[in-house]
């Protein structure tokens, strides 16, 4: 009977020329990308990883910008609601202020949190961490940062809110005069920022250049 880890042509091979597909555990040998060209598992095509051009500077620009759409996005109005004679402008802030209000406290704790304080600390992870690579300092606070972003992000929920938001449009504009406001305009530039963001920020150069690999994370 033959030992199937002695058989596997792969078992010889050292732990950093492998890669493990996300998707389907299918282990293979570690692909030597160019800049702009992407790995996938030739089983279920998954996306492994990419090698993207300027990932630093690139994704810098998109978290300075997001940075700059987070303050308007949720402190100017989203809509503004006119009926009966009243005018009031919602924003998530004042959303959660009503919620709290009420009575929801934690309704409103949850807003908060998943709306906006973790979509804030999130875009600051990444700002500090693009930072301790284009400037070579502190990479291991970089690393944990990084880390610390991965478990955030199941918990930043902007599409969630957006969902909510246009589902209140649509029960809402029978029953009252509607106006849609800057803030909403900023709220979704805000998530399509942060989607590119997504795609820019490629997390396998950035966790190789957070280990001080010999990457060319800047290139
Ligand atoms: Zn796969």
């Known amino acids: 009977m033959s030992d199937p880890a002695t058989s596997d042509p792969l078992a010889d091979l050292p732990l950093d020329q ?12 570690k692909p030597v990308l160019k800049h702009n060209e992407k790995a ?15 990932v630093v500077e690139r994704s810098m620009a998109l978290v300075l910008a997001a940075l700059l759409l987070y303050v308007p996005a949720n402190f100017l109005p989203i809509m503004q609601l006119h009926l009966l004679g009243q005018t009031s402008d919602d924003t998530v802030w004042s959303g ?25 600390l999130k875009l600051l992870c990444q700002l500090v961490v693009l930072l301790s690579i284009r400037l070579d300092v502190g990479r291991s606070y970089g690393l944990l940062l990084y880390r610390i972003y991965h478990h955030m992000r199941d918990w930043g929920m902007l599409e969630v809110y957006f969902m909510g938001v246009l589902v209140a449009i649509v029960k809402l504009v029978d029953l009252a005069e509607l106006s849609l406001g800057l803030g909403l305009v900023c709220f979704v530039s805000l998530l399509l920022v942060q989607v590119w963001l997504e795609v820019v920020m490629s997390p396998h150069q950035i966790w190789v250049a957070l280990s001080g690999e010999n990457l060319h994370a800047g290139d």
């Not at 492998?18 to 040998?29: K, S």
């Not at 959660?96 to 804030?120: D, Q, T, W």
């Open 18 to 29: 492998l890669v493990g597909c996300h998707e389907c555990d299918l282990l293979m040998h």
């Open 40 to 54: 996938q598992c030739p089983r279920c095509g998954y996306e492994l990883y990419a090698h993207r051009h300027n």
């Open 96 to 120: 959660v202020l009503g919620l709290y209000g009420s009575g929801m406290r934690e309704i409103a704790a949850v807003v908060f949190l998943c709306s906006m304080a973790i979509p804030l």
